[in-house]
C-alpha cells in the first residue's frame, strides 16, 4: 500500500493539536520542521513510512509527548512511586506509627458509627415489600395505640375478632391483613415431665396470613402443617435447641406435644431465627382460635400503588363493618398505618413491643463519628504538611527533572492512601475483637458475620480511599504548587510567628472539635445524672415488686409470709412505678363544664403507697389504714393545679368534690353518667414514667383490699437484692406452681427508661476519650516536629539569655490564642445541638456557660501537657548540642 | 554528553553565533549544532521553537514565513542588532572562561591565540 504523506500529515496535525497549550504558530513551525526532516530521510533512502515516522519522533514535543502519555506513565511509575511512598514511611517511622495509628483508629471508630446506624436504620428491611407493609394503630383521645382493640375487647369471640380482621383485609387497597399477640413475660412451657420458662410468646389466629406477610422461613416442618389446624405451635430454631437440645433436628419433633398451662399443642414447624432488628422478637407462635387478650397487632400489605393516607381514609369509611362500636365512639379519631420499616425509629405508639429507637441518638453517634474522623484527617493533613515541608527539596528536584504539579500531587496522595490502605487490616482486626464487645455496650446484635460481606469491604475501602484522599490532597497540592525556586529556599518551616496559617487553622479547628465533644459529654452525663437524682416523689431504693397475676388469694398469703421476714418492712399491692406510660381517661370536675383527656388512673392499696413513701396531704390519716375507708381517691398536684389557675378553685375546696370519669359514658340500666369518684386529698407529683414526658394528671385511688393485685410491691431494708429475691422466690414457689416467678427491682425500671441515653453516656466518653487520644498523639507528635526542627532557634536563644521557663511560655501562648478562637467556634454550634437534645426531655438541665470553661479547661491542659514535655525536653539541653548538624 | 547546566547555558549563544552567519530555519539549525559538536548536542525540534520564540520576544532575533518552490513554507530567523551587541558580550564571556580553563589546564601554549 502506498504511504500517503498528506493523510498522515493531516493525522498528525490533529493529535498535536489536540495537546494543551499547542499554538497554531508552533504547530506550523513543527511542521515545516517535519517536512525538513522528513525531506532529509528520504534522500538518506528511507521508505516514505519509516521516513514520516523518524521524523515524527524527532519533532514531537517531548514534554507534550509526555503528559499525552501521563496515565501510562503515572501506572509505569507507579512501582516507583510506591518503594519512594514506603521509603519515606520508614525513614520518618515514629511520625508514620501515629499517623498510622489515627487513620486506623477514625476509620475504625467510623466503620463502627456506620455498622451501627446502619443496624438501627434497617430494622425490620428483611421483611419482604417491606414499602407496602404497615402496621394499623388507632387514635384514641389524644392518644395513639399500637394495639388494635376487638371490637368487644377481652369479650370479643374468634368470630368477633376474625371478622374484624377479614373487613381490614376488605378494605380497598389492602391486598392482605395479619393479626397477632404478643405474651412477653416468662410462661411455664412443658414438654413432657419438663417444665421451662419461655418468654415472647405470640398467639395468632392468622397462622397462614401471619407466616406469608413477614416471609419467615421453615427449617423444619411446614406452614400447612401448622396452618390447617388450631392448637399447634412452631418454634424458632434457638427455642427449639433450647427444649429440645443441640441435635433437635434428628430429634424428629414434629408432630410432638408441648404443654402451657392445661393446653396442648402440636408442634408444626421451627423457623430460622427471625433477624435480631426487628421491632418485635419471638420465640414461639402458637397457632389459636382464638387470641387472649383485648386486642391484636394488625398488619396490613397494601396493593401496588396505593397510598397508606389513601387507605387510611378508606379504613374509616369502613369502620361500620370493620367495629361497629368504634364508628360511633366519639373518642375515637382515627386509623394510623405505620410503614413497617419507620416502626423502630419514628413511632410514639404506646404499647410498643420493644424499647423504639431514638433517631437523636444516631445523629449524635454520627456527629462524633464525624468528629474522629476530621480530627484524624486534621492530624494526618497537618503532620504531613510539616514533614513534607522538609521534603520540598526533593519536590523541587522532582519538578526540575520535569514532573508536573498533578504527578507531584499524585505521588503524595499515593502516600496517602498507602498509609490509610495499610489501616485496612488493624480495622479489620479491631471491628473482629471491638464488635463483641460493642454490642454488649449498645444492646445490639450487629453480627460478626457482617464482617464477612463483601459489601461492608467495599465501604470500607472507599472509607480508606476517602481518609486517605482527605488527609493528604491538601498538603499536596500546596506543595505541588509552590515556584521550584522557593521549594529550594530554606525557612518554609514555620516558626512562631503571628501570621495565621493553615497549620493553625487545623489546630484551631481541632481544638473547636475537642472543646464541642467534650462539652457534650459533660452536658450528656449531667442530664443522665440528673435524672437519677431528681426526687421522682417516691422511694427509689430498696422496692421489689413480684407478679402476683391479679390472684387475690395468692397475693394475701404472700404478703403475710413475706412480712413475717425482718428485712420486709410493707408488702403492697400495685403502685409499679418507673414503667412505660399507658392509656389516659375522659373526667370532668363538678360544677365545671370543661371535659379532660389527659389522666392517668392509677390504682394501689394504702400499703403500696406506704411502702412507696408517696406524700400526700392527708399522710396522717393513711399512717393508720386500718381506720381508712374501703377506697380513697386522690388527685395529683398537677391537678389540683390545673383547676387553680383555671378555675380558681383552692385546694381546700376540692375536698369533697367529684369527678366524674368517662363522661361520655352512660349506663344503659340506671342512666348514671360516667363513673363518679369523691376527691379525698391531694398527693405530691410522682414521675411514674420517664421524665421525657411532662407530668400529667393523675387520679389515684387507694384500696384497703387488695385491688387486681398485678404485683406485690414490697418495702425492704437492710438486706441485699440477691437475699431479698432468694425469699421472695422460696416462698412464691411453695405458694404457686402454676405461674414462673417473675419479680422486678424498682430501681432496674428506672434504669431501663433510660437505657438508650446510659447507653449513649458510656459510647460519648468512650468516643469522646478515643477523640482525645488522637488529638493529643497529634499535638505531641506536631510540636515534637516542629520543636526538632527548631532545634537550632532554641538554642540560639538560649544563648541569647532565654531562659526554660520563657521558652516554655513563648511556645505555649501560641496555643493559647487557638484555644480562644476554637472556644468561639465550639460554644454555639455545641449550645444548639445541646440545647436541641435536651429539648427532648420534659425535665432538664439548664445549659451551664461553666461546662464550656471546664471542656476547655481540659483540651488547654492536654495541650499544655503536651507541648511543655516536648519543649522542656529540648529546651532543657545543652544549646551546643542543639546547634549541631541535622536539625 | 553536555551536562544539562551546560547545554541550557550554550543554547543562546550558539543559536545567535550561527545565525551571525546568515539567516537559517529550525532544521538546518539543528542539523548545525549537531555537525559543530559531532553529535555531542542533539537538540530537538520541541526544545528549539520555545526558545526561538523566547529570543524573538527580546528582540534578539527576528523571523519571517518564506513560501518554497514546491509550495509549502518554512520559517527563517535572523539575527537582530540587539543579538549581535548580546552575541559580543557573551562572546567575550566565554573565551573568558575557555582561557581560564587552558591555563589552568597548561593548555594555553597548544592555543596562543586564545590564551592571549
Sequence with gaps: MNFDFKKALKTWRTQQARIKGVSPEYLNELESSLHDHYEAQLIKGLKPASAFALACERVAPVGMRQQSNSSINWIRLLPNHLKVGWRNLKRRKWFALVNFLCLAVGTLVVALAALYIDYESSYDTFVPDHERKYRVGRKYRSQSYSVVGFPSYFGSSSEEQMSQLLAYENVPGIIRAAQFFEFT?????????????????????????????????????????????????????????RLYGLDWKDEDIIGQSIRIDTVAYTLAGVLADPPPNAHFTFTMILHQKRIDYWGGRIYAELAPGATASDVSKNIE???????????????????????????????????????????????????????????????????????????????????????????????????????????????????????????????????????????????????????????????????????????????????????????????????????????LTLFVNQQLNYMQDKDLGYTKDGIMYVVMNADSALYSTFKAEMEKEPEVQIVGSNGFMGTESYNQTTYRLEGTADIFDDAHIVDMDYDAAKALGIKTSMDQRLANSNDMPATTVLINRTLADRYQTRFGINEADLIGKVITQEPEYTDPETNEIGFPINIEGIFEDIYMFSLHQQVEPMILTLHKAPYYPFWATIAYRDSSPIDIRQK???????????????????????????????????????????????????????????????????????????????????????????????????????????????????????????????????????????????????????????????? | MATRALVAASTKPLILSILSHGENY??????????????????????????????????????????????????????????????????KQWIRVNRVFLYLWGMDRLDPILAK
Design chain 1, 185 to 241: 413475660g416468662p410462661t411455664f412451657v412443658y414438654r413432657d415431665q419438663d417444665r421451662f420458662e419461655v418468654e415472647n410468646i405470640l398467639q395468632t389466629n392468622t397462622p397462614d396470613r401471619l407466616i406469608d406477610f413477614f416471609g419467615w422461613e421453615f427449617l423444619l416442618g411446614d406452614q400447612s402443617l401448622f396452618a390447617d389446624q388450631p392448637q399447634t405451635a412452631i418454634l424458632t430454631a434457638s427455642e427449639a435447641q
Design chain 1, 317 to 519: 369509611q369502613n369502620l361500620g363493618l370493620i367495629n361497629p362500636g368504634l364508628a360511633d365512639d366519639e373518642l375515637h379519631s382515627g386509623t394510623l398505618l405505620q410503614p413497617l420499616a419507620d416502626i423502630h425509629l419514628h413511632s410514639d405508639l404506646l404499647y410498643e413491643l420493644r424499647p423504639p429507637g431514638d433517631p437523636r441518638y444516631l445523629y449524635i453517634i454520627g456527629i462524633i463519628a464525624a468528629i474522629i474522623l476530621l480530627l484524624t484527617v486534621c492530624n494526618y493533613t497537618n503532620l504531613a504538611m510539616v514533614m513534607q515541608l522538609k521534603r520540598r527539596r526533593e519536590i523541587g528536584m522532582r519538578k526540575v527533572f520535569g514532573a508536573s504539579s498533578g504527578q507531584v500531587v499524585g505521588q503524595f496522595v499515593l502516600e496517602g492512601l498507602l498509609l490509610s490502605f495499610l489501616s485496612v487490616p488493624f480495622v479489620a482486626f479491631g471491628l473482629w475483637y471491638i464488635l463483641p464487645r460493642f454490642n454488649a455496650l449498645m444492646d445490639t446484635q450487629i453480627m460478626s458475620e457482617r464482617l464477612l460481606q463483601a459489601q461492608l469491604w467495599i465501604y470500607i475501602g472507599l472509607g480508606a480511599l476517602l481518609v486517605g484522599l482527605l488527609a493528604s490532597l491538601l498538603p499536596a497540592i500546596l506543595l505541588s504548587r509552590r515556584p521550584i525556586l522557593q521549594l529550594f529556599r530554606q525557612k518554609m518551616v514555620p516558626t512562631g510567628g503571628g501570621k495565621i496559617g493553615l497549620r493553625k487553622f487545623i489546630i484551631g479547628f481541632q481544638f473547636a472539635l475537642l472543646i464541642g465533644l467534650t462539652s
Design chain 1, 728 to 887: 421472695a422466690e422460696n416462698i412464691f414457689s411453695e405458694l404457686s406452681t402454676t405461674e414462673p416467678f417473675i419479680h422486678r427491682f424498682l430501681t432496674e425500671n428506672l434504669e431501663e427508661l433510660y437505657a438508650a441515653e446510659n447507653r449513649i453516656a458510656r459510647l460519648s466518653i468512650f468516643f469522646s476519650l478515643i477523640a482525645f487520644l488522637v488529638a493529643a498523639l497529634g499535638l505531641i507528635t506536631l510540636t515534637a516536629y516542629l520543636t526538632t526542627v527548631r532545634r537550632k532557634e532554641i538554642g540560639i536563644r538560649k544563648i541569647l539569655g532565654a531562659s526554660t521557663h520563657r521558652l516554655l511560655g513563648r511556645s505555649q501562648i501560641e496555643y493559647l490564642w487557638l484555644l480562644v478562637a476554637g472556644l468561639l467556634v465550639a460554644v454555639p454550634l455545641t449550645y444548639y445541638w445541646t440545647n436541641r437534645w435536651l429539648n427532648g426531655f420534659a425535665y432538664r438541665v439548664d445549659i451551664n456557660w461553666w461546662v464550656f470553661g471546664v471542656a476547655a479547661a481540659i483540651t488547654l491542659s492536654l495541650c499544655l501537657i503536651t507541648v511543655s514535655t516536648v519543649v522542656w525536653q529540648t529546651a532543657k539541653k545543652l544549646p551546643v548540642d542543639n546547634l549541631g548538624n541535622g536539625a
Design chain 2, 26 to 91: 529550525g532544521y538546518q539549525i539543528i542539523k548545525e549544532v549537531e555537525r559543530l559538536t559531532e553529535g555531542e548536542l542533539q537538540w530537538t525540534d520541541a526544545m528549539l521553537y520555545p526558545v526561538l520564540k523566547r529570543m524573538e520576544a527580546e528582540d534578539l532575533v527576528s523571523s519571517q514565513w518564506v513560501k518554497l518552490e514546491n509550495g509549502r513554507k518554512r520559517k527563517y530567523f535572523q539575527i537582530t542588532s540587539a543579538g549581535t551587541d548580546l552575541l559580543a558580550a557573551e562572546r
